[in-house]
């Protein structure tokens, strides 16, 4: 059950008019009163004798007396709605959840005289409108100060004791949803998207991509988007503000959005502290050569499901928004096959990277360090880097979500587990080619290699050997093992580790997982790229671009 408590308006009439009228697509069913205030108020929706005028006229009486000490702005309106999948509640339950909201609010607390006065009117199966004069009896103002937040936790309540649908709750961290108005006019432009999700994509891609705010700035404009840069006296930046070139308002000037109103994230002092310079940290598993950015990134992503159950809170959410960062940053340089689904992914992951948890961003910096190398590389050949790192991903992500689960956080697990479908779709995809690669090398095995590691497997991992030796992956599981020994590695070892902690039961394929986790741990198929490119600049900002005005929302998740 949602609420929606709008702006005070100061047209009570007008309100009533547009409750008991047909609706802006005719959708309004039997105008009627379900409560009022007394029970006597008239209904012009069931009496024909009563008029809008009358009940507007009895809800603004204490207005009227208040004289000058009525707020200029006195109607309070709040919507109240059932989920679609909740059974239709009757007039009498519906005025009861009205008395209810009304009493945690504020605006007329059960059994005082001198409440405000009040009405709730029905003209649809699933939801009311609530419309309240905001003068009490004693011509006083009513004390609703968070009136949201209270009108929620009644709701969350009334869910639990009538059996509906329990509404996934957040925290205020989530990002501002586009308005209505904001949504029609996208439309009108034939865009899906409106011009504040467009550049929240934008300005979260190039956070992931930009080395510092410098370059920040940089790779905005060269996407085409209009940037305004404000400053202090003293010259430092105080904050900015970005706008899509044609997106104008009725006097024909840009439409602005600071960097606050795209994302709580994405206020310049919040990308400045990501952003800022730190000591340069060793990383990785790797001997001998340095690791690539590549290999990198992937260690990283591997380590995070430890540190989010062992390190503490601010250290947990530090990774999580590097997690972020890497899910914007993939769609820059996957093939274009993958981008639709990595792109999704990051859209819902977007929710589930904030928390009012304060992130402690310096202990996850190598990590961003490798992640802004990456897409300065050329995109590498060798398909099994993606598959490898998809695969590391999702374990992240589906880690996040326990995380989040753990800490409450009913948004942010959601949003995560919505990401983990979209990064399963595409690892699939992604794994196709290589994965076939391997296994022709392990159908290539003879017998008696093969005959050797199937008894390895039977000695390693005894409860899933039968499962694992039956499935179409094993031949590139056996393949991958026979290289680990080449390489010097125990194998024996290796699927302990790979085992380690990690969940397996909803794997589609358990050798196919253990491919990708034994390549992790130790590189067999690791690829140094090339030199960076000298265009990467130019080549981000027109990716960015591209990104801004395609990503969508996602659906919702199966399991895994």
Excluded at 229 to 257: C, M
Excluded at 298 to 308: A, C, E, M, R, Y
Aim: aromatic letters at 4%; proline letters at 6%; hydrophobic letters at 40%.
């Amino acid at each position: 059950m949602i609420t929606n408590i709008g702006k005070a308006g100061a047209n009570t009439h007008g309100v009533l008019r547009y409750l008991y009228g047909s609706g802006r697509a005719n959708e309004h069913s039997d105008p009627h009163l379900v409560a009022s205030w007394d029970g006597f108020a008239p209904d012009p929706g069931r009496d024909e004798t009563a008029t809008l005028a009358q009940l507007a006229t009895v809800l603004d009486l204490r207005v009227k007396q208040a004289g000058d000490r009525a707020p200029d702005k006195h109607v309070w309106h709040c919507s109240v709605r059932a989920a679609p999948e909740d059974r239709i509640l009757t007039d009498d339950e519906w005025a009861t959840i009205a008395r209810r909201i009304l009493n945690a609010t504020g605006i007329a607390p059960a059994g005082d005289p001198d409440a405000c006065r009040w009405v709730a009117v029905r003209h649809a199966d699933d939801h009311i409108h609530i419309v309240a004069t905001k003068v009490r009896g004693d011509l006083t103002p009513p004390r609703n100060w968070n009136d949201y937040p209270r009108a929620d936790k009644e709701c969350a309540a009334i869910e639990q004791e009538y059996g509906l649908r329990q509404v996934v709750r957040g925290d205020h961290t989530a990002a501002k949803r586009p308005t209505r108005a904001e949504k029609e006019k996208a439309l009108r432009a034939g865009h899906t998207a409106t011009p504040r999700e467009r550049l929240r994509t934008t300005v979260r891609t190039t956070v992931a991509a930009a080395t510092d705010t410098e370059e920040f700035f940089t790779i905005l404009r060269s996407a085409g988007v209009l940037v305004d840069v404000q400053h202090f006296p003293s010259g430092d930046i105080r904050g900015y503000k970005v706008a899509l070139p044609g997106d104008t308002n009725a006097k024909g000037e840009p439409v602005w959005f600071s960097g606050s109103a795209l994302g709580p994230d994405l206020s310049y002092p919040k990308i400045s502290e990501r952003l800022a310079p730190t000591e340069l940290a060793p990383m990785g598993r790797h001997s001998g050569r340095p690791p690539t950015a590549w290999q990198q990134v992937t260690d990283g992503v591997d380590q995070i499901p430890d540190v989010l159950e062992q390190a503490d809170d601010v250290v947990g959410q530090a990774h999580i928004t590097v997690l972020a960062e890497i899910l914007d940053a993939l769609p820059l340089i996957a093939p274009a096959g993958h981008r639709p689904q990595l792109a999704q992914a990051a859209a819902a992951f977007e929710r589930a990277s904030r928390s009012r948890i304060r992130a402690h961003h310096q202990q996850a910096q190598a990590t961003r360090r490798a992640v802004k190398a990456i897409v300065r590389e050329p995109a590498p050949k060798d398909g099994a880097l993606l598959a490898i790192l998809l695969d590391a991903l999702l374990l992240a992500v589906v880690a996040t979500q326990h995380w989040h689960h753990t800490q409450h956080h009913d948004q942010q697990a959601e949003a995560a587990r919505q990401a983990a479908e979209h990064l399963h779709a595409a690892y699939q995809a992604a794994a196709i080619q290589p994965l076939t690669v391997i296994r022709q090398r392990g159908l290539r095995l003879t017998v008696a290699v093969q005959q050797e590691q199937a008894a390895l497997i039977r000695q390693a991992l005894p409860g899933l050997a039968e499962q694992i030796l039956t499935e179409p992956g094993w031949p590139a599981l056996a393949a991958t093992l026979t290289d680990a020994q080449k390489a010097g590695h125990d194998p024996t070892l290796l699927l302990t580790e790979a085992t380690r902690r990690r969940e397996l039961d909803t794997a589609t394929s358990i050798s196919d997982v253990l491919v990708w986790r034994l390549h992790r741990l130790v590189g067999v198929v690791a690829e140094r790229p090339a030199h960076p490119d000298s265009a990467s600049t130019t080549r981000l900002g027109s990716s960015a671009a591209v990104l801004g005005t395609s990503r969508q929302q996602p659906p919702r998740r199966s399991s895994r």
